[in-house]
């Protein structure tokens, strides 16, 4: 069975250490994902060096996205499973998360080319009902003004130690009847590491037009990669992701911000062979010869989840008197799997589905001071899991310290 030590941080030191520096901070989940993202949007007041602190938590009903017949196996008390590790580290499938970042940032003037500004943030997530689900993250954002209108940005960001689930990494058909019970497997966790980094241009149409009504309308084409890599058990789960889109932002009177954007991603897997309980009796396939049609019978074949991705997404958002943002969110995304392999019988000319649905709101108590709160409901036809959905409902606080 495959260590999850070598992949994780030590997470009490680290969730302690962030806590009790911040205070009263927050995150309301992943980068980039809120409608300000203010840690390089938001501009900066002299002096022009910037420290802030965030805090919060999130709760999700569904963290491993596992569907309801997946959530009947892992609810069932079955020695076998408990044995065999298929539920090893997952020890609620719904959590508490903390979350804990503090981030610098700066902006200077440059003659001739405009603000120049950088940000950076490390956060931790501490997860209290499934430990191991815990992790260490860090971001970096660079952007400096060209022209009049134009933008250029680079991000980068780097994600440590996820626990993902567990996976089947060996069998042994001790009895040799081609039939792989649950007494018969072995499952052991899967843990990644992930990078990624994104190229972008904005230009804004009003940037310099103060008595217009509309006071943006930017256009953002961007590309970016980012790289999965899995423990040695589940390398063939890495992934390597080319991506390129283009978001449209229109404001409107300074008080209504409308997004939308397309990102289309090319995803590169190994495609080696993996082992797989292949159901022999509902596709009348004899895969391993034995003259039985068996259920979960053992198969070893090629595994390719090579995959086109289109996604399509919405955020509205409503600013009151500048202390209250109330924002709406939908993303669509479409999953196209390229495997050739007939055998592979979950991606061989099969797709998978994926929408999302958030709302929210911010408060700005102050210059320095300002809380959000969010709920998001995520509905997944996924081929491996089946049909799964989730719901997570966070809060979160924000202080600006200069």
Avoid at 119 to 148: D, G, H, M
Wanted: with cysteine; charged share 30%.
């Amino acid at each position: 069975m495959t260590p999850l030590t070598p992949y994780k941080a030590n997470p009490f030191a680290l969730v302690l250490a962030f806590v009790f520096m911040s205070g009263p901070a927050v995150s309301a989940g992943r980068a980039g994902e809120s409608p300000d993202d203010p840690e390089v949007k938001k501009p900066l007041k002299a002096p022009e060096v910037g420290l802030y602190l965030e805090t919060g938590f999130e709760y999700t009903d569904n963290i491993f996205s596992l569907s309801k017949s997946q959530e009947s196996t892992y609810n069932s008390d079955d020695s076998d499973n408990e044995a065999n590790g298929r539920f090893k580290y997952m020890e609620s499938l719904s959590d508490f998360i903390i979350r804990a970042r503090a981030g610098l940032k700066l902006k200077k003037k440059f003659k001739g080319f405009g603000d120049f500004r950088f940000a950076t943030w490390l956060r931790y997530n501490y997860y209290i009902r499934n430990e191991k689900c815990s992790y260490p993250e860090v971001r970096v954002k660079f952007e400096q003004e060209i022209l009049k209108s134009g933008t250029i940005g680079i991000e980068g960001g780097f994600e440590y130690g996820l626990f993902k689930k567990n996976y089947l990494a060996a069998v042994n058909d001790a009895d040799g009847d081609g039939y792989i019970g649950k007494s018969e497997r072995d499952y052991s966790p899967a843990v990644y590491n992930q990078y990624e980094s994104l190229l972008r241009y904005e230009y804004d149409f009003f940037r310099k037009k103060k008595k217009s009504k509309i006071s943006s309308l930017v256009i953002e084409p961007f590309v970016g990669c980012r790289f999965r890599k899995f423990n040695q058990a589940f390398s063939n789960r890495n992934q390597n992701i080319l991506t390129c889109g283009l978001g449209l932002n229109l404001g409107i009177a300074s008080m209504i911000n409308i997004e939308t954007s397309y990102a289309y991603e090319r995803m590169f897997c190994p495609g080696k062979d993996e082992i797989v309980l292949f159901d022999e009796k509902n596709h009348g396939l004899d895969v391993n010869d034995d003259g039985d049609l068996h259920n979960n019978a053992l198969l070893i074949t090629g595994i390719d989840r090579s995959c086109d991705r289109h996604t399509f997404g919405f955020l509205t958002s409503l600013n009151i008197r500048r202390t209250v943002t109330l924002f709406l969110g939908f993303k669509m995304r479409k999953t196209i799997y390229a495997a050739g392999n007939r055998l592979d019988i979950y991606r061989h000319g099969q797709d998978e589905d994926y929408r999302q649905i958030r709302d929210g709101i911010r408060l700005d108590f102050m210059k320095d001071l300002s809380a959000m709160m969010e709920w998001t409901n995520t509905a997944e036809e996924d081929v491996d899991n089946g049909p799964s959905e989730e719901n997570k409902f966070s809060v979160s606080v924000k202080y600006d310290f200069m």
